[in-house]
């Protein structure tokens, strides 16, 4: 649910980004008016993807053979998403009134996927990422060089989504708690690798105003602008 944001309209056949459901669904996005777009409030702390939510396409010869084993940071990144699924089900209030940002920062209530996240990571016992704004979490990991693009994605990674047919980019946040594999045979031998992850989200759900997870998203769905670690890497 958004707080006073305006948003532009997308043929729902393609594209349903709204507060009514059945809302994000991942496809080809149609051309829009620039002139008729939301411009970026990354200095705001509101981000149009809050809207986020919705069922992406199952990719195909998913294994349930287990993933392999993670580098360092694997047990931060579980801690944070174990912490994540306690809050899953939970609703916000009136006016996007939420206890996420709140906590992190004073205010009854605003778009609050960038909240979650920040709070989930502080729960989790790290300093960082702070922030109420999607550019504001990625620039953090960026700066603190766990930003991997898209690249070896890992339970408890922070991942953004966009719009690519738009002019924002900034669009919703949320935590891989999952990283789905299949296995494929390259020069006689079988290997297991990422084709999809789940990811746990605030300011999601069918009416955009909850804790929600949104299963089986494809790593190659072009809203996924990246992910990286939250926590940082150790010192040698």
């Known amino acids: 649910m958004s707080n006073g944001v305006s948003f532009p309209k997308f043929n729902t056949n393609t594209f349903s980004i709204n507060t009514k459901g059945p809302g994000f669904i991942a496809g080809n996005l149609p051309k829009q008016d620039p002139t008729t777009l939301t411009k970026p409030l990354i200095t705001t702390g509101y981000s149009m993807a809050d ?9 195909t010869s ?13 047990d931060i990144g579980q801690k944070i998403v174990d912490i994540a699924k306690k809050q899953e089900g939970y609703k916000e209030g009136a006016n996007n009134s939420n206890k996420f940002t709140q906590a992190m920062t004073g205010k009854k209530g605003q778009a609050w996927c960038a909240d979650f996240v920040s709070w989930a990571a502080k729960e989790a016992g790290l300093k960082s990422p702070r922030s109420s704004s999607v550019g504001g979490i990625v620039n953090q990991l960026k700066e603190q060089g766990t930003w991997k693009n898209k690249k070896n994605p890992q339970v408890g990674d922070a991942i953004a989504f966009n719009n690519p047919k738009t002019s924002r980019w900034d669009d919703h946040i949320g935590i891989i708690s999952k990283v789905n594999y299949k296995t494929v045979e390259k020069n006689g031998k079988k290997t297991k690798v990422p084709v999809s992850v789940d990811v746990i989200s605030g300011n999601s759900g069918r009416n955009t105003d909850g804790v929600s ?5 494809p790593l190659n769905d072009p809203t996924i602008v990246g992910w990286g670690s939250m926590a940082k890497p150790k010192k040698k």
């Open 62 to 74: 998913t294994s349930k053979a287990k993933p392999p084993s993670s580098s360092s940071g694997s």
């Open 51 to 59: 809207l986020f939510e919705g069922s992406a396409p199952k990719p």
């Open 213 to 217: 997870t949104r299963k089986k998203v």
